[in-house]
């Protein structure tokens, strides 16, 4: 229950990675979670084989990225942590998304109820974005702007790769 609240404090920036526990154990766990989240998420639009792709290149990215990045900082003793906050903040954001995703596909083209739910889409996406940036920032001893260049870098990179797993490409 504490790890549980410590993601929360890292979704409202009230902690960082580097409060984590270092932990293989826990990381495969919370990645675990990470995918399952994703997988269900994409099922909102996708069927079994497909969400399962996804989420699976989605996760495996997630790792990769946050590798990279350690690496290239020579932080490479903060991956447990780093990723972990990762997989835990996303699975946070995608559980909490996923209602909404879902009443989107219920709601689609009625209006006005249509437009709040987007509307809510979209304050979740821009928090996400702030999350990535404040666990970016943290474990990689950046300052917020190039923290911000190197989420929105990652997005657009999670965006495509997951895109074209999600179309069968890859």
């Not at 995918?35 to 790792?63: K, Y």
């Not at 709040?116 to 404040?134: D, K, N």
Request: a positive charge.
């Amino acid at each position: 229950m504490i790890l549980l609240q410590r993601f929360f404090q890292i979704c409202l920036f009230k902690a960082g990675p580097a409060d984590l526990p270092t932990s293989h154990w826990f990381l495969k766990s919370v990645c675990l979670i990470y995918f399952a989240v994703g997988v269900l998420v994409s099922r909102v639009d996708h069927n079994w084989p497909l969400s399962l792709a996804g989420s699976l290149a989605d996760t495996i990215l997630l790792l990769v990225v946050c590798w990279l990045l350690l690496l290239y900082r020579g932080f490479t003793g903060r991956f447990t942590q780093t990723a972990t906050a990762m997989a835990g903040t996303g699975s946070i954001v995608g559980i909490v998304g996923l209602p909404l995703f879902w009443l989107f596909r219920q709601v689609e083209g009625q209006g006005q109820l249509t437009s709040l739910v987007l509307l809510l889409v979209l304050v979740l996406i821009i928090w996400s974005l702030f999350i990535t940036a404040h666990i970016f920032r943290s474990a990689l001893e950046i300052k917020p702007g190039t923290a911000a260049l190197i989420t929105v870098f990652y997005t657009i990179i999670s965006l495509i790769v997951v895109g074209l797993a999600l179309s069968g490409v890859a």
